[in-house]
Structure formats: structure tokens, C-alpha cells
């Protein structure tokens, strides 16, 4: 199957900092997620992108597809950010499971 | 409109039991999969269920089983309960199971945090 590695896998910043996470898959793909999970355990949808770039508020995102990497951008980032990001992604072809990576835990702090 | 809701949100059993998850997914989604996450990794594929037929199945035993109903909504169910078998299970649901409609995002629920005694 395919495979998907995040980096760093551990992040400290400090409240207002800027941090830029990535995520490398091994094959081909046509769906990228990218999930923040809170303390609580909520995994929450944060950008669909196969390819292109998005933005929403101080969030972003880019995947260059035919490279095979995607990165997540915070900005100015707020203790609330805190918690761990997956990336996950689904091999061209297959309808069926996402795959995860290992996560990045990002701490914000005060 | 509500997003995938799973029930019960917190579950203790002992070895051996078996345990019934349930999920019911976003109004109009047809797909639901199954998740488990152990703590400190990322979820790991179980099921995914289209239409009511199981269309895929990751690396877990036997003792795993699903079923999906007419209302789409699902159960996950885990018979002979292990020590291992802790972890919070995730429901995710999206439009659609098929190649088609393979490229839409997935959405998930809260989840279900197993506790096995």
C-alpha cells in the first residue's frame, strides 16, 4: 500500500510563530487530507487537496501531486492550534482507506 | 445539518466480551469506514461499507465484523476482546464507495474510546 510520512513528529512554538508541516506519499494519489486532532481525540477536517493550494484563515496548503509531497502552513499560530496534524491519502485507483501518517504534535505555548 | 455521530463516546469492558460500536453518517453519504487509532499512531484502516456491502477490509482479524444498514448508518462489532483491542474507534463517512467517487474527502465522527480491563 501506500506510504505516507510526516515530519517533523514533534513541533514547540511559541505563540505568533509561523511552522510549516510535510507530508510525503509514496504513490500516486487523487485524495489528500489534512487533520488536526485535538486533546479530546476530535479529528477534525482541516483542507481536501489532491493538488493545488487552499487557504482558510491562517491555515494553508499546498500539494504538488506530480512531486508527491504536501505541506501545511500555520501563521501566527495561538495556543489553540495545539494538538497533533495528520496528513492522509488515498493511492490512485483504490476507493477504499485512507492512510495515515504518523502525525506531527505540534505545542504552542504562551 | 449534523455530522457523523457515534455512540457511546466511552466504553469499559474485560477481556474476552464482546463490544457493538454504532455509527450513523452525514445525511447523504452512502460510504462509511472504520477506524482504529492506539495511542501515540495514526488511525488504521479496518472496513469500508458502500451501499451495505463491505468493499474493503485492512489487516485485522476475524474477530472484527460490520455491517451496514438500509439507513446507511453501521456497526462495528469486536468479539474476544483483547488488552490490544484498546484504542478510540473512528467512523468516517463520504458520498460515495465507488472508483468514481473515490476522490471525495472523508469526514469523521468523534469517536469511541475503548477501555479494555
Known amino acids: 500500500g501506500i506510504q505516507v510520512e510526516q515530519s517533523p513528529p514533534d513541533l514547540i512554538l511559541q505563540e505568533g510563530a509561523n511552522s510549516t508541516l510535510r507530508c510525503n506519499f509514496s504513490?500516486?494519489?487523487?485524495?489528500l487530507q489534512w487533520f488536526h486532532q485535538n486533546p479530546w481525540g476530535q479529528l477534525i477536517n482541516l483542507f481536501y487537496?489532491?493538488?493545488g493550494t487552499k487557504q482558510n484563515g491562517r491555515l494553508s496548503a499546498t500539494t504538488v501531486a506530480t512531486e508527491r509531497y504536501s505541506l501545511l502552513y500555520i501563521s501566527s499560530s495561538q495556543t489553540t492550534d495545539s494538538g497533533v496534524y495528520f496528513c492522509?491519502?488515498?493511492?490512485?485507483?483504490?476507493?477504499?482507506?485512507?492512510?495515515f501518517g504518523s502525525g506531527t504534535q505540534l505545542t504552542v505555548l504562551p | 445539518d449534523a455530522g457523523v455521530t457515534q455512540s457511546p463516546t466511552h466504553l469499559i469492558k474485560t477481556r474476552g466480551q464482546q463490544v457493538t460500536l454504532r455509527c450513523s453518517p452525514i445525511s447523504g453519504h452512502k460510504s462509511v469506514s472504520w477506524y482504529q487509532q492506539v495511542l501515540g499512531q495514526g488511525p488504521q484502516f479496518i472496513f469500508q461499507y458502500y451501499e451495505k456491502e463491505e468493499r474493503g477490509r485492512g489487516n485485522f482479524p476475524d474477530r472484527f465484523s460490520a455491517r451496514q444498514f438500509p439507513n446507511y448508518s453501521s456497526e462495528l462489532n469486536v468479539n474476544a476482546l483483547l488488552l490490544g483491542d484498546s484504542a478510540l474507534y473512528l467512523c468516517?463517512?463520504?458520498?460515495?464507495?465507488?472508483?468514481?467517487?473515490?476522490?471525495?474527502?472523508?469526514?469523521f465522527g468523534d469517536g469511541t474510546r475503548l477501555s479494555i480491563l
Open positions: 492522509a491519502s488515498k493511492r490512485l485507483g483504490s476507493a477504499r482507506q485512507l492512510t
Open positions: 468516517a463517512s463520504s458520498f460515495g464507495g465507488s472508483l468514481t467517487y473515490s476522490n471525495q474527502p472523508q469526514h
Open positions: 504513490d500516486s494519489v487523487n485524495n
Open positions: 487537496i489532491p493538488s
